[in-house]
């Protein structure tokens, strides 16, 4: 389980609160992290760090002291610590004779499916060129009000190593591993090595807000398990202040709590499920069981069409399944309920009769 030697691909996360020391980015914990990574990269992995701290970088440069920040004060204090806090990887990395590459994410990019791709092109070359792509969310533009945000740096690590088909997925936080129970709250919580399903009883919990300028917590980690297990990637959570934590992991050390993924989708329809949904069709029990067997979805199985969405847009499937719609919602609105010979004629020759395809329909199953 812990034989991390042919991993070959992996992405790191550094969050917020192991990043920092006090208000400011730890600049010797990067360059101690930039040291065990760029070992690694010489002994011929690919790494891509997904890393939290520019809003914290901007806070300690403005002198603001755990000011109260409303959203237009946090993407200010995110642009003016970006570029600090990616001159300290640059730096580091560089010192080892490692070139770290900037790249800048919104949600909006694994939404769309040209851009998601495009952006597992741009990172497969940087790979290539033995450079480490550093990942951070545009957090200067990107707000949950307007649905570009991916809402914290955990989630962006997974979707991150969905992407490129990473072998191990590394979150770096401040606990040792996932416990019973939060062990601040209860000493005597015992720990969890091993996860082979995510319960709902691990996600209770799974209690804990992050730091003052993070958005992440425990639960947020074990979401994103999810998503990066959905890629028959292993994912360990570990204390990133341990000696060497990097480099212990991938030797097979007993460290952190491990989750063994438990399906591995195409990479297509990882796109799919992670890909926000625009609206939710709403089918009934019958066709529900036939999606379950592989069978396209029908507009004779409509029962009603929530939210304005085009053809070729992901929706949701009553609470169970996203899907690659190939009718729009008004059109669909119109053949909600009717047998698939009368879509043509209501449409148009040019409307395919179906609502959605096999290969378009993942089931949210963990």
């Known amino acids: 389980m812990r ?26 914990y990067v360059g101690l992290v930039a040291k065990q990574v760029s070992i690694q990269v010489k002994a011929g992995r690919q790494f ?36 600090l806090l990616m001159g300290h990887y640059c730096r580091q990395f560089a010192n080892h004779g490692v070139t770290a590459a900037q790249v800048l994410l919104t949600a909006e990019v694994f939404n769309n499916r040209k851009t998601y791709l495009n952006l597992r092109h741009s990172i497969e070359k940087l790979l290539e060129m033995g450079a480490v792509p550093i990942l951070n969310e545009t957090d200067s533009v990107s707000t949950e009000e307007i649905g570009t945000a991916f809402g914290d740096n955990d989630r962006l690590s997974a979707l991150v190593a969905s992407k490129v088909d990473a072998d191990l997925l590394i979150m770096l936080t401040d606990i040792d591993r996932l416990y019973e129970k939060d062990p601040r709250m209860f000493p005597l919580a015992e720990p969890i090595e091993v996860v082979y399903e995510i319960t709902p009883e691990i996600m209770r919990n799974a209690r804990g807000k992050g730091s003052t300028y993070a958005t992440g917590g425990m639960r947020t980690k074990i979401g994103a398990a999810r998503i990066a297990s959905d890629a028959g990637c292993r994912i360990v959570i570990a204390n990133g202040r341990l000696r060497n934590v990097v480099g212990r992991i991938i ?38 069981k036939a999606l379950r067997r592989r069978k396209s979805l029908l507009a004779a199985g409509v029962t009603g069409v929530d939210g304005w969405f085009e053809a070729g847009q992901v929706v949701m499937v009553n609470t169970k399944a996203k899907a690659v719609a190939s009718i729009g919602s008004e059109q669909l609105s119109q053949v909600a309920g009717k047998h698939s010979r009368e879509i043509k004629k209501l449409l148009g020759p040019q409307h395919r009769d179906v609502v959605a395809i096999p290969e378009d329909i993942v089931f949210i199953d963990y």
């Not at 917020?16 to 006090?22: A, E, H, P, Q, V």
């Not at 949904?277 to 709403?282: K, M």
Request: hydrophobic share 45%; proline share 3%; net charge positive.
């Open 251 to 288: 030797a097979g050390e007993n460290i952190g709590t491990l989750f063994m993924p438990k399906r591995k989708l195409s990479n297509r329809s990882r796109w799919i499920l992670n890909s926000a949904a625009a609206g939710t069709i709403h089918v009934d029990e019958g066709a529900l």
């Open 3 to 28: 034989d991390f030697s042919k991993a070959k691909r992996i992405v790191v996360k550094i969050g917020t609160k192991i990043l920092t020391k006090g208000e400011k980015v730890d600049a010797p």
């Open 48 to 83: 891509v760090i997904v890393t939290s701290g520019a809003i914290g970088m901007g806070v300690g440069r403005l002198g603001l002291h755990n000011a109260y920040m409303d959203m237009s004060m946090r993407q200010a204090c995110a642009a003016i610590g970006q570029p």
